[in-house]
């Protein structure tokens, strides 16, 4: 899709605030622990690069990304040195790709490591391969589930030793963004009986996505795989505070490109469903859902001059309309998230109102859509 620079309507990245929350989480890291960027879908729609960088000069140390082209991505980009992981699961014909970018790439079992040897032996890829071991202590997703099948795998790895490089193993935890500890401390104690049967532990140990960092340290761990607090947003939604405040980095503006005053009869968008029962003053702003702004939005509200103005009629594919307490100009400033004059609407609150979480509109948020950064002195950075 087109990236849309001659419209108004862009999502504008603050790197200050990106770096803010970093460093943060890297001034609580114990001795030795490093920090990790999770940068995939396109560092949830922030940008990959930019945010890259940005993590970068706050001290993380390496990349997490789902899939093997944004693996990719980073090394063509210049980010050639540090490691990059690969969180989902690479099909073994990719050992070419692999090796030559040099990814670190999750493995699951012991049928991957023998079509990636055999593979490996075909296409003549002499490195040996970066990897970390997925273990499922109760996420139901991917990875070795029990200690006897980490110690089946300990055993036939040690056979071919000379084809990969054992670099880390992880889990992911399933509830650590809940107040209820209940099947945390489960899968905890489920990774801790894998990890026992491990005769020698590489050299990362990671339990940690941001909701484990910032509610449950785990000390044998030395890794964190930080994504969502780094974008300045709460793991949990509102269900738990963080120990230290989270800055968003994300916002989203427009500008009224048309205002009038539409007459009583009327109605507003398609299906009719708003109607104007006296004179009202309706804006239009050119955004839509192939913005990523969905229909559910209809009835949610925008700040124009620091006031909330509500949607009014369904959001179409690339316009929406909203209701203004009187005429403003035309060119008008909007803020569909973000603070103006005072006054603040978060993804949080947006996601609330689409019954979904902001992950989910981050990443949602469409190419169409300029991505605009900037830095600022404002953030306040804190320390310990
Ligand atoms: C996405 C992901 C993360 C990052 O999670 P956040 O909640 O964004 O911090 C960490 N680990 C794995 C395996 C993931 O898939």
């Avoid at 940008?47 to 991505?73: K, M, N, P, W, Y």
């Avoid at 970066?130 to 996420?139: I, Q």
């Avoid at 230290?244 to 507003?268: D, K």
């Amino acid at each position: 899709m087109v990236v849309a620079r001659n419209r108004n309507g862009q999502i504008l990245i603050n790197e200050t605030a990106i770096e803010t929350n970093v460093h943060n989480a890297v001034t609580r890291l114990q001795p030795g622990t490093e920090l990790f960027a999770v940068v995939k879908a396109d560092a949830y729609g922030h940008g990959a690069i930019q945010v890259a960088q940005a993590a970068l000069r706050a001290g993380a140390t390496g990349f997490c990304v789902a899939v093997l082209d944004e693996a990719i991505q980073l090394r063509q980009a210049g980010f050639v040195s540090q490691p990059i992981l690969v969180l989902g699961l690479t099909d073994e014909t990719k050992v070419d790709l692999i090796a030559k970018y040099d990814i670190t790439v999750t493995v699951a079992d012991v049928t991957w490591l023998r079509a990636a040897a055999r593979l490996k032996h075909e296409l003549r890829v002499e490195k040996s391969l970066k990897f970390f071991l997925a273990l499922d202590s109760g996420m139901g997703r991917i990875g070795l589930q029990t200690p006897t099948e980490v110690r089946d795998f300990d055993v036939n790895l040690q056979q071919m030793q000379d084809e990969f490089d054992w670099q880390g193993l992880y889990t992911h935890f399933a509830t650590a963004d809940s107040p209820d500890e209940q099947y945390f401390n489960f899968q905890l104690q489920n990774f801790r009986a894998m990890l026992a049967v491990i005769e020698c532990l590489p050299r990362y140990v990671s339990v940690a996505n941001s909701a484990a960092d910032l509610w449950h340290p785990v000390p044998e761990a030395n890794l964190v795989r930080y994504g969502i607090a780094m974008y300045g947003l709460n793991p949990s939604g509102t269900a738990i505070k963080p120990p230290f405040s989270l800055q968003p980095a994300l916002s989203l503006t427009s500008e009224l490109v048309s205002v009038r005053q539409v007459v009583p009869g009327r109605s507003i968008g398609y299906g009719a469903t708003y109607s104007v029962i006296k004179p009202t003053w309706i804006g239009t702003i050119p955004l839509g859902y192939a913005d990523g702004l969905r229909r559910s939005l209809q009835g949610f509200s925008v700040l124009v001059n620091g006031e909330r103005c509500p949607i009014v009629g369904r959001v179409c594919m690339d316009q929406m309309m909203v209701k203004l307490p009187g005429s403003v100009p035309v060119h008008t400033p909007v803020t569909l998230i973000g603070t103006d004059h005072g006054e603040t609407i978060t993804l949080q609150e947006m996601a609330e109102q689409c019954q979904t979480i902001h992950y989910e509109l981050a990443c949602g948020f469409s190419q169409r859509l300029p991505r605009v950064y900037y830095q600022t002195n404002l953030a306040t950075k804190e320390s310990r």
